[in-house]
């Protein structure tokens, strides 16, 4: 399977507890972004990546989130000091490098954190 | 004001019905403009981009309306296999934030 893989697929932590969730995007594909989706409303922009350099990141993004791609291939999201709030599926996508298509992106199947 | 708003409906329309979706943004220096299929419990899924001049792929048509801020998504012969949220997403003027719309559920019913 060669598109976009997430790691783990479902996470339950407790309130207060760090958790890390991987990405690997599609491997020519140097754009990559995470979201995260609550049920009944659309994917939310948290951060985009082009290479290893992340150049937007939402002004909603909690300083407990960060985000790292550190050879510009698979990217790492860590939310700190988890809250029940944070309860989501995080999605994450990618998109090819150049011309017309560079804009479309396609999705993981995300990481459902439950945090209790 | 949202950046992107949708009616969420639910829209439930009988087979081989033609139903369209509008969606309408709210910042003018958009540049992209998608669809995206979102199936239960599944991830997000490119049905299609959306040109200035319009485009159809199949029983699908997407419109973009640039003076009055919306894009539409017409579905002509809907099928069973239609059923699911529909999601419209334009990007930020830095091109490279995207935002969804809350999605319109559809229910294509035999």
């Known amino acids: 399977d060669t598109g976009v893989s997430q790691d783990p697929r479902h996470k339950i932590t407790k309130r207060g507890q760090n958790v890390t969730f991987r990405c690997d995007p599609i491997s020519e594909h140097n754009r990559l972004y995470w979201y995260r989706q609550t049920l009944g409303q659309g994917p939310e922009f948290l951060t985009y990546?082009?290479?290893?350099?992340?150049?937007?990141k939402s002004r909603l993004l909690s300083d407990r989130f960060s985000a790292e791609r550190p050879k510009g291939s698979f990217s790492t999201l860590e939310i700190q000091r988890t809250e029940q709030g944070d309860s989501a599926m995080y999605l994450c996508?990618?998109?090819?490098?150049?011309?017309?298509?560079?804009?479309?992106?396609?999705f993981g199947p995300g990481t459902r954190l439950t945090v209790t | 004001r949202k950046e992107v708003e949708q009616d969420p409906g639910p829209f439930n329309v009988p087979e081989g019905a033609t139903v369209a979706f509008n969606c309408t943004y709210s910042n003018s220096a958009s540049q992209s403009f998608f669809w995206y299929r979102q199936d239960c419990r599944k991830e997000p899924k490119l049905l299609m981009s959306?040109?200035?001049s319009g485009n159809e792929d199949g029983r699908f048509t997407a419109q973009l309306n640039r003076a009055s801020q919306y894009i539409s998504l017409l579905i002509r012969d809907s099928k069973l296999s239609d059923s699911a949220t529909y999601l419209c997403v334009v990007n930020s003027n830095t091109g490279n934030q995207f935002y969804f719309g809350t999605g319109t559920s559809l229910t294509v019913i035999p």
């Open positions: 990546f082009q290479n290893e350099a992340q150049l937007e």
């Open positions: 996508a990618s998109s090819h490098p150049t011309g017309i298509l560079s804009y479309e992106q396609y």
């Open positions: 959306v040109y200035s």
